[in-house]
């Protein structure tokens, strides 16, 4: 990578640090340090909110969604603005005039001790998984660049940001989160105008070209719960998916827990509700837009180059002759490619489209070959739509703009790996360390036991992470992790505003709800969203039925 590239990269990073630190003040207590005394404005928590999800993962996992899958992807968030509501009058007033540090203290007061322990344990399984996630996403990046192995990417990450968050505090990592929507905003919009000038087709004949391949179709209106992505399953499944990640994961919680107000905390997430499907779209665009220029421009056979550079090593003729091959089947498609973005009428578009369809697939049967050899040469699954970015920005971007680009995915990846860690830490310390083994030290103690969770949930993570940079999309990853826990999760919180519910229905029903989530996960084809509807109406189900007739009284909350 140029030095210009480099002195960017550099200089933004050194920026986001000294001045997180400098931002970090009344960090010497546990409300300072976990809640920034509830000092926060809306805005910033807002943009924190939305920082901690557009992390490095929306950079690179998604983009690469769109440029394999196009723009069904969309439909997920399309429960969010609903979602948003449904929280802004029940779980954040609720959650945040208790006077809790994590969501899981009101379950206690509504419950009991170990309906909370159980809640906060499975959140701190699915976040620090998560997390691992996050932290591969820019380690896929670093290992492109420098070719090193994944690992040490991870290390390179992961670290400095375990260190960064030990001393900032959850005020030093909001501010962070503030210049990260503004780099990633800044970093989108340029490449999408790049991709427009740099193009050989009108963007109108681009749209042509990507709805060809059906990468424009963001919408599947179809009922099938063996589809990941279709409306229903986004607005459904979407919803409960968001309502769990945004109302009772610790590590969006502790965000709104900042703002000076409930009704500030309200606004913060009505930025989401307004903001992050216009900014998803702009993301998948991106991925599009990739798509179409690789049409005209021939990308590289293996999009990751370590495996590329291994297969060159072990399989050097095999491999030739596959490039000469797709030399060719490229060469067609480009012509079929300019024959769609030419045709004069809907006749010979449609013409046009068949033929270039039928190159696509020569060009994807040549590439499943390549993929094949790489996997026996390596021993490991290709991750192809984790590279599909990062080998664009490094051998198409111009000058400076590469660099941006770098920036604002180690940017993301620290603030968003710095909210998780954070989070994690304070789940730790409140729900476990504090509740059950040291209830009256200092708070000078409970901070130096916060600093030593972040760093085993850093090495954790990090252990994930090696893992996970090998599973797929990433975007999807984390989502899938999360599907996994967050609809049970949800399923507690829903009891807790049933008047009828008592403890011993909201143990077992979380309980049974985990068990019918792993079997739906492990033994049925049935989508991953479905997974947070299918835990939530479980437990609410079981919870109610174990409350009846209960000799239990209800806590007060």
Known sequence: MHWINWAIVIAYLVYVIVDGVRRSKDTDSVSGYFVANKSLSWWVVGLSVMATQLSAVTMIGTTGQGATDGLRFIQIYLGLPLAMV?????????????????????????????????TSLLFL???????????????????????????????????????????????????????????????????????????????????????????????????DLNETYTFWSGLIGGTFLMLSYFGTDQSQVQRFLTAKSVEQARTSLLMSAYWKIPLQTLVLFVGVGVFVY???????????????????????????????RYEAAFGARQTAARAVADAPDDAAELAAREAFLAREADIQSIRSEATALAGEVTGEPTGAVNYIIPRFVLNELPLGLAGLFIAGVMAAAMSSIAAELNSLATATVIDFYRRWWRREENDAHYLRVSKGATAFWGIFACVVATYAATLGSLIEVVNQFGSFFYGSILGVFLLAMVPRARARGAFVGLITGMAVVGFVAFRTEIAYLWQNVIGAAVVLAVGVAFSTGSGERAATS
């Open 294 to 324: 690789y049409q005209f421009v021939q990308p590289p056979l293996l999009h990751n180059p370590a495996h590329e550079s291994a297969v060159l090593a072990a399989r050097a003729d095999e491999y030739g002759a596959l490039e000469a």
């Open 125 to 223: 399984l699915s976040r620090g998984m998560s997390c691992g996630t996050i932290i591969a996403a820019p380690a896929v990046v670093f290992s492109a660049i420098w070719g090193i192995p994944v690992a040490w990417s991870v290390a390179l990450i992961g670290v400095p940001t375990v260190i960064y968050t030990m001393v900032g505090g959850v005020q030093a990592v909001a501010w962070a989160d503030v210049k990260q929507m503004v780099l990633i905003v800044v970093a989108l919009v340029a490449m999408m105008l790049v991709l427009l000038v740099q193009m050989p087709v009108s963007p109108q004949e681009g749209l042509r070209i990507a709805g060809a391949t059906g990468r424009l179709a963001a919408f599947d209106f179809s009922f």
């Open 86 to 118: 449904i929280l802004g009058v029940t779980l954040v007033p609720m959650l945040h005039g208790s006077g809790v540090y994590t969501a899981y203290e009101y379950l206690e007061r509504r419950f009991d001790a170990k309906t909370r322990s159980l």
